[in-house]
Every structure is written in structure tokens, then in C-alpha cells.
């Protein structure tokens, strides 16, 4: 067959719908999706946001009001705050970058690469950010004077966290890829 | 604009475009369930995009862009159905319209689907009659880059037609 019967075969459905559509059930599924609308990425920084400030001012009123407060603990909220605003000043950056692509294929998978490699980069700030926060949660309970066993039980906890956070972070990699191979078939030529 | 406005401008839409997300629903899935994931998917990203949308192109050309790239997103979702899956207490959207459909046609249907996603997308804006110069403007590459991915489209089409044996012919 030439292009032109080719273009013909195609132009054949033109006057006759492939399916029909269900009115009731389209309504009841656009209604429910909007519900939905939260995306992935907005609630793993919504989640980041609350869990640090919840946890940061945890810290910091338990340690209020503890006559005998700690350094070490004192340290750990600051550090709690410093990473919730950290996730906060990121979304609003991400959030003010959404308007700089335009509607083309090109310009949507350039944005949903920007969305991936942003969720890389935080899923490995906080993975690193485990660190810190153990060091100093094993320093509060050394200068606390608790058990060996306690100590050696929060470690185990961290170091699971750590690698689990791993996989996470993993996944945002795998989806960054496949983003990367789609921009790169529409960008070679032929 | 308010949400009552906004639902009807896609009912308006719809009525009279609905075709032309079909044919992307078709090209981009292939079992019946993953028809009606796609298509409310489709429906949702217009849905949101109606505010957006500036008359700077027209309303098929906007359409194109949203729908074509929502599936080339769906797609990488890998959320599709098999076809054993069961679906009694599934509403389907999507009823397949009970018309005799050419052979030839479900035949190139095939076709596009084996082309990779971005093919895919430019075999449909191809067969759909656009330019050049809007193919360009709806995938953001150069309108070279556009004739060297046609070109090679139409020859593996083509060539794949040469094959085919329609009724033995």
C-alpha cells in the first residue's frame, strides 16, 4: 500500500465513533478524580514539612520543659526547623519553575524531568539528612545516661531507615531515566 | 472562571472533538479497561487545562497537545490491565461502538502501537492531516527534525503494508 490508501483507511473512522461514551459513569470517575488531586510530590513535601516542625517542636518543648535541658536536643530541633524550611523554600521554588515550560511534548516532558530530578535530589538530602539526625539523637541519650540497649536499639532503627530511604530514592532515579530516554527519542533526529 | 463554566466548555468539547481522543485512546492502549484509564485520564488533564487554554491555537491543536501528552505520561505509569483481569463491579466509560470496523484499520491501529511513544505520537499528528510547522509547535522539536521522523514513519509503514495480506490479497 502507497501513504495515500493508507491515509485513506485512517480517514475511514472519521464518520463513524469508535466507542460510545458512558455519560453517568465519565461524570461519576471525573468527579472522583478530582479528588484525588493531590500529586505524589506534593504530599512527600507536605509530609516533610509537618513531620520536621511536629518533630522539631516535640524536641524542643519536651526539652523546655525538662529542668535539665540538653544541648544535644536543643541542636536536633534547630536542625528539625532548618530542614522543614528547607523543604518549604525548595516547594515554592519547584511550584514558581511549574510556568517557565511551555505546551509543547517537549516543553511537558522537560517540566515532568525538572519535577523527577527535584524529587532525586530531595529524596538524597534526605536520606543524608538521616545522619545527622541520628548523630545527634545518640548524643542526646548518651548525655542522658540511658542504656547501652536503648542506644544500640535507636542505631538499628537509623541504619534501616537509611537504607530504606535508599529504595525510595531508587525509584524517583528509575522514573528519572525513563523520562531522560523519552526526551532523548523526541529530540534525536530520525 | 468558574467550575460550572469550565464543565461546559468540556462538555462542548467533547461533543465535538471526542473523536480525536479515541483515536489516542486506541493508539496508546490496548485493553479495554486500559481504554477507560486513559480516556478519564485524558478528560481530567483537559479538564484542568481549560483555564490555560488562550485561543492562541485551536481548540483540536490544544487538544492534541494535552491528550498526546497524558498518554505518553500514562504510558510510563505501567498501571496497565491485562485483559483476564475482572471488571464485574467496574463501570467501563468506554463502549466499544458496535459498527463493523475495517480490518485494515484495526490492522494499522496494530502498526502505530509497535512505533515507540514519541512515533506514535507523530504517526497520529501525521495521519491526522497537521503541518509541519504545527507538529513542531505541538512536540517543541524543529520542523527538520519533524520531515526526518516522518519520513522514516512512512517508510516503515509502508514497507509493514507490503506484508499484509487482506483478505489473501
Keep these: ?190 | 472562571m468558574t467550575e460550572k463554566e469550565q464543565l461546559n466548555i468540556l462538555e462542548e468539547w467533547l461533543g465535538l472533538h471526542k473523536g480525536l481522543i479515541f483515536k489516542i485512546v486506541r493508539a496508546y492502549a490496548v485493553a479495554m479497561m486500559d481504554h477507560d484509564d486513559l480516556f478519564q485520564e485524558i478528560i481530567v488533564q483537559v479538564w484542568h487545562s481549560i483555564p490555560a487554554f488562550r485561543q492562541e491555537s485551536s481548540v483540536t491543536t490544544w487538544l492534541y497537545r494535552i491528550s498526546l501528552n497524558t498518554a505518553i505520561k500514562w504510558t510510563q505509569k505501567e498501571r496497565k490491565h491485562s485483559q483476564s483481569e475482572t471488571l464485574d463491579n467496574v463501570q467501563h466509560i468506554l463502549q466499544e461502538n458496535k459498527i463493523p470496523v475495517d480490518e485494515r484499520l484495526a490492522w494499522l491501529y496494530q502498526e502505530i502501537y509497535k512505533l515507540d511513544e514519541i512515533d506514535r505520537s507523530v504517526a497520529l499528528l501525521l495521519l491526522e492531516g497537521f503541518s509541519y510547522k504545527e507538529m513542531a509547535a505541538i512536540l517543541g522539536i524543529t520542523e527538520s527534525n519533524v520531515g526526518v521522523k516522518i519520513n522514516r514513519i512512512k517508510k516503515q509503514l509502508i514497507a509493514k503494508s507490503k506484508n499484509y495480506d487482506y483478505h489473501g490479497i
Design chain 1, 1 to 190: 500500500m502507497e501513504f495515500d490508501e493508507l491515509q485513506q483507511i485512517w480517514d475511514s473512522q472519521n464518520n463513524q465513533p469508535l466507542y460510545v461514551i458512558n455519560e453517568k459513569a465519565l461524570h461519576n470517575r471525573i468527579q472522583s478524580k478530582m479528588k484525588q488531586g493531590l500529586h505524589i510530590t506534593n504530599i512527600s513535601e507536605l509530609l516533610l514539612i509537618i513531620i520536621h516542625l511536629s518533630a522539631g517542636s516535640f524536641i524542643l518543648g519536651v526539652n523546655l520543659f525538662n529542668h535539665r535541658g540538653k544541648i544535644s536536643l536543643y541542636v536536633l530541633a534547630a536542625w528539625m526547623f532548618v530542614t522543614a524550611l528547607y523543604s518549604l523554600v525548595s516547594r515554592i521554588r519547584r511550584i514558581k519553575g511549574t510556568h517557565r515550560f511551555d505546551r509543547s511534548m517537549h516543553g511537558d516532558l522537560n517540566y515532568a524531568l525538572s519535577v523527577a530530578t527535584y524529587l532525586v535530589r530531595l529524596s538524597q538530602i534526605m536520606r543524608w539528612n538521616i545522619l545527622p539526625v541520628g548523630v545527634l539523637t545518640l548524643l542526646s541519650l548518651w548525655e542522658g545516661g540511658k542504656s547501652f540497649w536503648g542506644a544500640g536499639f535507636i542505631l538499628v532503627v537509623f541504619v534501616f531507615g537509611f537504607y530504606v530511604s535508599r529504595w525510595e530514592h531508587n525509584i524517583y532515579k528509575g522514573r528519572k531515566r525513563e523520562l531522560e530516554v523519552l526526551q532523548k527519542k523526541l529530540e534525536t533526529k530520525g
